[in-house]
Every structure is written in C-alpha cells, then in structure tokens.
C-alpha cells in the first residue's frame, strides 16, 4: 500500500493564480481531509469529506474549493492564490468502525506552497 | 465546540530521563484522544489514541498516554527519552457522538539532550 499520496510536493505560485493540489489514498478510507499547517498555529481544517460526493467546510475554508468524485482521490483547489495561503498543505483519510466512529487518521507527506 | 490546549510549546529533557508532554482537551461528549508525532520535513505520523478502556495506552516507540476523565487531560509519557525522540508532537480530540472533525493542538516542540 502507498498509503496517502500527495503531489506535487513544492509549488510556488504567483498572487492571484491558481493550481490544484493533488490527494489520493488506497486503503479505501471514507474519510479524507486537507489541513493546513503553519508555525505555532497547529493543523487547521480546510475542507473534508465522509464520501464519494460529500464535502463539507472546515475551519478556515476561504480561498479554497474541494471535490470528491471517486473514493480514492480528494483534490485541493486555490482559486486565486495569496500570500495569505503560503503554507504546508497535509491532505488526510481515515476509517470507520463498526459502530460509525472515526479513528486516527493517515497522512500524506505534504505539500510547501509559496506564493509570491 | 472541541478543543485541545498543549500548554507548553517546547519542552526539553535529557537523555534517560523521562519524558512528559502535556495535553487538555474539552469535548461536551465522549473523547476519542490521540498522539502524533512530526519529524523536519514530515507528516504527521499516529502514536497512540484513546478510545475506550483501560486509561492507560500504550503506543509505538515505546510511548504511553494516561488518559484523565476528570482532569479532562491525556498527557504523553516516556519512561526513558532517547535523542531521536526529538520532534513535534501534537494531542487531537473528537467528540465520539458528534463530531465528524479531528482538533488539533498547537503543538509541543520535544527536544532531547544527549
């Protein structure tokens, strides 16, 4: 298993434009998320989803759109890039018990995005 | 709401000695708790969690987490640090019931002296 994958794995953009960061996960895990992470600030939640065609925002949403069209793939769009969105970008799954509760998750080895 | 508080942002310990890193959470239900550990240039790799049962967990590289109803705590634990225990390490908190995102600490930077 590859695990959680993410390409690519250095990008640097330019103010307003915009790029898709890539996610996929071979363990059939439901659950699959995208954080951001920035110094003394922790891990904060973009976007996540439960499924195949369920999104859903998380803590800082803004600037950012999500998609989950198979089960395996969860692609991060920046709409228009800023600054603002410089980071370390972490992409996620997780899996289900049999009582429908969400256990640990498994991370990609991230994204570094500068935007000039 | 859910919450994570790591009070302390570095902690540092010498090598042989034990380790602590503290961690408080607040949920209105039931916790599922965990640990994760970054190395530079990483992701974020799962230590341990807490579910249900017994209170104390046992984790990879020898790691353990007390977990603390009443004091709303689940601070990490090594008995004998080792120099490539060096890293970031954060505490995470679901509400079992309610709750379909992880929260994530600020984050404790461990560092052991040789």
């Known amino acids: 298993n590859a695990g959680v994958t993410q390409t690519p794995k250095f990008q640097v953009l330019k103010t307003g434009q915009s790029m898709t960061l890539q996610c996929a996960q071979d363990m059939n895990h439901e659950y699959m998320s995208w954080y951001r992470q920035d110094p003394g600030m922790g891990l904060r939640l973009i976007h996540y989803s439960v499924g195949a065609g369920i999104t859903d925002q998380g803590e800082v949403p803004n600037g950012y759109n999500v998609s989950r069209s198979t089960t395996e793939d969860f692609p991060l769009r920046l709409l228009s890039a800023a600054p603002s969105q410089t980071s370390v970008y972490f992409c996620?799954?997780?899996?289900?018990?049999?009582?429908?509760?969400?256990?640990?998750?498994?991370f990609g080895p991230g994204t570094r995005l500068t935007v000039l | 709401a859910q919450s994570v508080a790591q009070p302390e942002d570095q902690v540092n310990v010498a090598e042989g000695n034990p380790l602590t890193v503290k961690c408080t959470y607040s949920v209105s239900g039931n916790p599922y708790l965990f640990w994760y550990v970054q190395y530079p240039n990483r992701g974020l790799q799962f230590l341990l969690k807490?579910?249900?049962?017994?209170?104390l967990v046992k984790g990879s590289y020898g790691f353990e987490a007390e977990f603390n109803k009443s004091q709303t705590s689940f601070h990490l634990k090594k008995p004998s640090a080792l120099v490539s225990d060096s890293a970031l390490y954060f505490c995470?908190?679901?509400?079992?019931?309610?709750?379909?995102?992880?929260?994530f600490g600020s984050g404790t930077q461990l560092t052991v002296l040789p």
């Open positions: 996620a799954s997780s899996y289900r018990d049999s009582e429908h509760f969400y256990h640990e998750q498994f």
């Open positions: 807490y579910i249900t049962g017994d209170n």
């Open positions: 995470a908190v679901r509400d079992v019931s309610s709750a379909r995102q992880l929260t």
